[in-house]
């Protein structure tokens, strides 16, 4: 196995990430495994896929092992597109998942329920130590609820309807595992691995 060190301090995303790539011969490690306190690396791209490639690029200078980062988000039609690269931050710096889905709501009123349509985006980057780089991103389509429903999740599961069913809170962890952005994107770096051979 190869150890794969992911930028981020989340184990949860950290299993998640176990679960998928242990099949093509890595074992994700985050920096606190190997007593790396990296801070929090500023994410200022323009794209899902910049900022994605810059925390994995941060890491990559300073290891050598092979690196993989995540930036995701929500993107709302009605809106643009927004909150898009900003959706951790979409109510303010602090981050706060809460005031984040009440901006979204305030700034929907109106809507109609079909007019609501939108996508949760997955970019990721991984980068080997001889600088070769692999991209990918997964997208999952649903719509916005018009209340929050359900207690699981984190981040805008709670008003993000997938087939006009269930939102993503209302789902286990394993329902939305199987059809999340970030399952999406993870299983296209590994079909891109499987052709890379190694």
């Known amino acids: 196995m190869t150890d794969l060190l992911l930028s981020s301090g ?29 801070g929090e690396i500023v994410e200022d791209a323009d794209t899902f896929e910049g900022n994605a490639f ?7 200078k300073l290891v050598k092992v092979p690196v ?7 993107s709302v039609d009605a ?4 909150p898009g690269i900003y959706s951790a931050r979409y109510a303010g710096e602090f981050k706060d998942d ?6 979204l709501l305030t700034n929907l009123q109106g809507v109609k329920k079909e ?25 999952v389509k649903g719509k916005i609820a018009f209340e929050k ?15 006009d069913d ?7 962890a394993e329902e939305k595992n199987k059809i999340s952005h970030r399952k999406i994107a993870l299983e296209k770096l590994l079909e891109k691995l499987k052709e890379r051979e190694i």
């Open 10 to 38: 989340n184990k949860n995303k950290k299993r998640e990430f176990n679960q998928i790539l242990k099949s093509a011969g890595f074992n994700v490690i985050i920096p606190s495994d190997i007593g790396m306190d990296v």
């Open 98 to 103: 809460e005031e984040n889905i009440n901006k």
């Open 149 to 163: 429903k359900g207690e699981s999740g984190f981040g805008y599961d709670p008003i993000f309807l997938f087939n």
């Open 115 to 139: 007019d609501r349509t939108a996508q949760f985006v997955c970019a990721i980057c991984m980068i080997f130590p001889n600088g070769e780089k692999i991209e990918t991103r997964g997208t």
């Open 54 to 60: 810059k925390k994995a690029d941060y890491l990559h």
């Open 79 to 82: 809106l643009g597109g927004a």
């Open 166 to 172: 269930k939102t993503f809170a209302q789902m286990s």
């Open 68 to 74: 993989i980062a995540d930036d995701s988000g929500l």
